[in-house]
């Protein structure tokens, strides 16, 4: 089911201010696998805005590729999740330019049962009001998609 949305999403975010985050639980381990994409361009404007207004964005714009630490430290601080009540912090696995847009893939690491999980999605927030975060959460009983705006931007899941 996750795949079969995911073409339908991936067009719209081509044409709108969207991002597009998944996340699913790996069946009998204890992480989960995130992916992101967004518009490249907007990705640097909204880095620049929430880690170094004072950089010119011409200069982080030439960062090809951008630097994966400097990425990492803005995906926790724009994608903030937490499994069963408590805190986790994503590690950048692998990042990757794809036309206008960048693609990220995240693991964060989790009990191996998580019965709940909280996720709050702020990336481009105060850069558009018209943003839309589209998220999938999937478990492995479970998959729920949300919409996250500038105003709605956190919902917990009751894990199945």
Do not use: C, H
């Amino acid at each position: 089911m996750l795949k079969i949305l995911t073409i339908p999403i991936l067009i719209l975010s081509q044409q709108l201010n969207i991002t597009f985050t998944g996340i699913e639980q790996i069946p009998g381990s204890d992480s989960l696998k995130v992916s992101v994409r967004m518009n490249y361009d907007l990705f640097v404007r909204d880095y620049q805005q929430t880690i170094f207004d004072d950089l010119e964005l011409e200069y982080l714009r030439n960062l090809r590729p951008f630097p994966e630490d400097l990425a990492n430290n803005y995906l926790n601080i724009k994608l903030k999740i937490y499994a069963n009540k408590k805190p986790v912090t994503g590690k950048l696995m692998r990042m990757e330019e794809d036309g206008d847009y960048i693609k990220f893939s995240l693991l964060f690491r989790v009990d191996r049962r998580v019965k709940e999980l909280t996720v709050k999605n702020m990336f481009l927030n105060g850069l558009r009001s018209n943003v839309e975060n589209l998220v999938i959460v999937k478990g492995v009983k479970y998959e729920k998609e949300v919409k996250f705006t500038p105003e709605y931007n956190q919902e917990t899941f009751i894990m199945r």
